[in-house]
């Protein structure tokens, strides 16, 4: 039965090259649009999944026009954050980052290069909680000269010592 099937779909095929041709195309520009789309919403959904109020966390974007287009980025002025909490005393925790990529960091005369590396105010850990196996998240971003490390950036730099020790 499937045999009959398949001999007249073939046969069809051969007489209507064009028509399948085109059915063909349609087919194949649908499924990669439903893909498409399907990791363009997987992704935008992907953020802040960690964040206790991830619906009340918005994010500050600056427009800068220039002669090519415009172009959207997270960069913005520091004073931003302070003018914010100024004025509006009391309503929303304001917090501010940077990032920044491909970084040597010094360390008891070694230097490292790192990637990825995030600065962050104390109210940082207040929107999106943080676990730590040792130390303390408040005192290191809120005291200077502090800092907070994966597990693999501690046992890179302090190798099997305690990174709190050599503090």
Known sequence: MFKNYFKTAWRNIKKNKGFFALNFVGLYISVAACLL???IILQETSFDKSANNKTSIYRIVKSVSKPEGKTYGSITPYPL???L???MPGKKLISQIHF???DVI???NKKFKEQDIVFADSV?????PLTVKQGS???ALSEPNFTILTE??????FGNNNPIVNA
């Open 137 to 139: 998240i408040e005192r």
């Open 124 to 128: 940082f850990p207040k929107l999106f």
């Open 81 to 83: 954050a302070t003018a």
């Open 85 to 87: 909490r100024a004025e």
């Open 152 to 157: 693999e950036t501690a046992h890179k730099f």
């Open 37 to 39: 789309i399907s990791l």
């Open 106 to 108: 010094s360390f008891e």
């Open 100 to 102: 920044q990529k491909d």
